[in-house]
C-alpha cells in the first residue's frame, strides 16, 4: 500500500529567511510532490496557499455565473467586465502555484514569483477595461486621457512586470531598494488604474446624495480601503515583525495580504456591477472608448509583452552560475534577510 510521508520543516538559520517569521520553512530542494502535500501541513506557506487557491474557484464561479446569464456575451457593454475577470481568476491561482512549488529550488523560486508578477501586472491592465467603460467621470469621456487609458494600462503592466521582477535580482545586496521598487511596480498601476475613482470621490467629497452618475458606491470604498491596507501590510511585515516567532503559521503580514487583496477584488466587482447598473442608460449614449478589436489587440499585446519580459529575466536567471547568492538555497552568511515576496 502506497504511503505518502509529510515533508520535514526547517528552521530560520537553515534557509533563506523572512523578517519575522522564524519556523516552518520547506526544505528549499523539494521535489513537486512534497510541495503540493506540504499544501495538507501546517507550514508558514499553508495558509498562503489556501487564502488564493480558495478564491480563485470563487471569482470563476462569478465569471461562469454572469457570462451564462441570458444574453449576457452577446452584450458588447459587457464585455470589459468579463475581461476583468478573466485576470481576477488569473492572479490568486497564479499565486497559488507560486507559493506551493517556489521551494522547488532556488531558481524554481524566482522563476515562481516571476510568473506571479505577471499575472499581478494583468490583472491591473483588466482593471482598466470596465473602469474605461463604466467609471469614467462625465467631464472625461472622449478625452484623451480616456481614449488612451486601457493602452497606458497595457504599459503600465510591462513596467509592473519589469521593474517586480529585476528587484528579484537586487534583494541580496540592497534588500531596501529591492522592496521599494516591488512595492513601486505594483503601487503605480493601481494609482493610475483608480484615477476616475479619485476623480469622482473628489466631485463628490461633502456633496451626499446630489451627486449624479459621478456618485460612487459603498462598495468602491470598501474596495479603496482595503487596497490601501494590502499595501500597507505588503510594506510593513507587521504584526510579525513586533513579535518574531509568534506567526510564523498564522496571522503574519503575507496572509492578511492576501486575504485583503481577495477581498478588494470581490469589492471591486461588486463595485464595477454596480456602475455597469447604475450608468448604464447614460452611458448607452456614448461611444465606447475601445471596440472588440482594439480589446483584443490590446490583451494579445500585452500579455505577449508580459510574457517575452519573464522569459528574458527567466534567461538571465538560467545563465547565472549556481554559485551565484541569488541561487544559493542555505542561510546567508551575516543573517542578510533575504527573502521578500
Known amino acids: 500500500m502506497l504511503s505518502l510521508k509529510l515533508p520535514q520543516l526547517l528552521q530560520v538559520h537553515q534557509v533563506f529567511w523572512e523578517d519575522g517569521i522564524m519556523s ?26 489556501w487564502t488564493h487557491f480558495l478564491p480563485t474557484w470563487y471569482f ?5 455565473a454572469l457570462a451564462g446569464g441570458p444574453g449576457f456575451r452577446a452584450e458588447p457593454y459587457h464585455w470589459p467586465l468579463l475581461v476583468f475577470l478573466l485576470p481576477a481568476c488569473l492572479y490568486p491561482f497564479a499565486s497559488c502555484c507560486a507559493h506551493t512549488f ?3 529550488s532556488p531558481r524554481a523560486r524566482h522563476i515562481c514569483y516571476f510568473l506571479d508578477y505577471g499575472a499581478l501586472s494583468l490583472y491591473s491592465l483588466g482593471c482598466a477595461f470596465p473602469y474605461a467603460a463604466y ?11 480616456h481614449q488612451f487609458f486601457v493602452p497606458a494600462a497595457a504599459l503600465n503592466s510591462f513596467l509592473c512586470t519589469g521593474l517586480s521582477c529585476y528587484s528579484r535580482f537586487l534583494e541580496l545586496e540592497s534588500p531596501g531598494l529591492s522592496k521599494v521598487l516591488r512595492t513601486a511596480a505594483f503601487a503605480y498601476p493601481f494609482l493610475f488604474d483608480n484615477l476616475p475613482l479619485f476623480y469622482r470621490l473628489g466631485l463628490c467629497w461633502g456633496r451626499g446624495h446630489s451627486c449624479g452618475q459621478e456618485a460612487l458606491s459603498t462598495s468602491h470604498g470598501y474596495h479603496l480601503f482595503c487596497a490601501l491596507l494590502t499595501g500597507f501590510l505588503f510594506a510593513s511585515h507587521l504584526p510579525e515583525r513586533l513579535a518574531p516567532g509568534r506567526f510564523d503559521y498564522i496571522g503574519h503580514s503575507h496572509q492578511l495580504f492576501h486575504i485583503c487583496a481577495v477581498l478588494g477584488t470581490h469589492f471591486q466587482l461588486e463595485a464595477v456591477l454596480a456602475d455597469m447598473g447604475s450608468r448604464r442608460a447614460w452611458l448607452a449614449t456614448q461611444e465606447p472608448a475601445l471596440g472588440l478589436a482594439g480589446t483584443v489587440a490590446t490583451l494579445v499585446l500585452a500579455v505577449a509583452g508580459n510574457l517575452l519580459i519573464i522569459a528574458a529575466f527567466t534567461a538571465s536567471l538560467l545563465r547565472a552560475p549556481s554559485t551565484c547568492p541569488l541561487l544559493q538555497g542555505g542561510p546567508l552568511e551575516g543573517g542578510t534577510q533575504a527573502k521578500q515576496q
Open 135 to 145: 467609471s469614467m467621470p462625465a467631464s472625461w469621456l472622449h478625452g484623451r486621457l
Open 60 to 64: 470563476l464561479w462569478r465569471l461562469l
Open 102 to 104: 517556489s521551494s522547488m
Open 24 to 49: 516552518g520553512y520547506r526544505r528549499p530542494t523539494s521535489s513537486a510532490l512534497d510541495c503540493v502535500l506540504s499544501s495538507f501541513q501546517m507550514t508558514n506557506e499553508t495558509v498562503n496557499i
